[in-house]
């Protein structure tokens, strides 16, 4: 049991930093604190399937051995071997995710000026209490 | 992988991670999440995924960082929590 625990020890490190992000989420009153919450939940979820990506021994998916301009002729021939490769599916995957953080970051930002401009506060309570 | 390093960059990520969500003032929080950022764009190198560290670099930690500064100078600094 303590072995298996400690051979998953990048996996319980993601399930940690997602639990920080959740609970900075639910009980942070202050709601830049809850934005920095979604954000570290994000890159929790970035992380964990970039390193699902990860091979040990193998390298950044480019041809090992192509000839410089003969290659495209010689690759026909040439056989890849899968797992020298990380795969980068992933990658590209998380690539978008990233872009898509930003941009709801940026939104979520303007939301937060917009509140504070009408209820000249960021904390919840007291922005439910003045809607009331 | 190199486990040393490993190590020690998820022990950082985790205390910045942490020290974000709990320091009083919202200039530094949104600072450390900069270097969250940071930590977490070395791990992604170090896994071999240079482009999305590269973009997490460029986008998260510049991009996001600035956004943050200045919404956080257009509002208050202030917080209970």
Request: hydrophobic share 55%.
């Amino acid at each position: 049991m303590l072995e298996f625990i400690i051979s998953k020890y990048n996996f319980w490190i993601y399930i940690i930093l997602m639990m920080i992000g959740f609970y900075a989420m639910i009980a942070k009153t202050n709601l830049v604190k809850k934005i920095i919450g979604m954000n570290i939940f994000q890159t929790a979820i970035i992380l964990f399937f970039v390193s699902t990506a990860y091979k040990s021994d193998a390298t950044l998916p480019i041809l090992l051995n192509s000839q410089g301009h003969g290659a495209g002729h010689h690759a026909a021939e040439q056989v890849i071997e899968v797992s020298q490769y990380i795969n980068p599916l992933p990658h590209v995957l998380m690539l978008t995710a990233i872009v898509v953080m930003v941009a709801t970051l940026g939104v979520a930002l303007a939301i937060v000026i917009r509140v504070y401009r009408d209820y000249g506060t960021l904390n919840e309570d007291e922005i439910i209490k003045a809607i009331k | 992988m190199i486990l040393p390093f490993d190590i020690i960059l998820q022990l950082f990520v985790i205390i910045c991670a942490v020290a974000a969500i709990t320091v009083k003032d919202l200039m530094s929080a949104v600072i450390i999440l900069g270097a969250y950022s940071f930590f977490m764009c070395l791990m992604w190198a170090q896994m071999g995924a240079v482009d999305v560290a590269f973009t997490e670099a460029s986008v998260s930690a510049g991009i996001g960082t600035i956004l943050c500064i200045a919404a956080v100078m257009k509002t208050t600094r202030r917080t209970k929590d």
